[in-house]
């Protein structure tokens, strides 16, 4: 049975830092293309991972997060810097392959002072 989960979420000042992380098991993540989303007042792209370590992220978020992945430990992270009151959403994991797709439940991140 394959797992993802998502955990690293809550609630940081403008300006503070996050890092999220997306575990995985039943699937090997270092061969899945992993991506972050969001759904605060839409459902957003914030940056993805593939499995040759490609990385793309959305404007809104360039030089603010990284995504990374360590393998040794199946996980996969978004470090998030001077975060902004608009980045508050739920952030999702989303791992595929090959056209299979994996969602985790989701991560809570309130940006507020």
């Known amino acids: 049975q394959v797992q993802v989960v998502e955990s690293g979420g809550g609630l940081v000042q403008p300006g503070g830092s996050l890092r999220l992380s997306c575990a995985a098991s039943?699937?090997?993540?270092?061969?899945?293309?992993v991506g972050w989303y969001r759904h605060g007042p839409g459902h957003e792209f914030v940056a993805s991972i593939g499995?040759?370590?490609?990385?793309r992220y959305a404007d809104s978020v360039k030089g603010r997060f990284t995504i990374s992945r360590d393998n040794a430990k199946n996980a996969v992270y978004l470090e998030m810097g001077s975060l902004k009151p608009e980045d508050t959403a739920v952030y999702y994991c989303?791992?595929?392959?090959?056209?299979?797709?994996?969602w985790g439940q989701g991560t809570q991140v309130t940006v507020s002072s």
């Open positions: 039943g699937i090997d993540l270092g061969i899945y293309g």
């Open positions: 499995s040759d370590d490609g990385t």
């Open positions: 989303n791992a595929e392959r090959l056209g299979d797709f994996y």
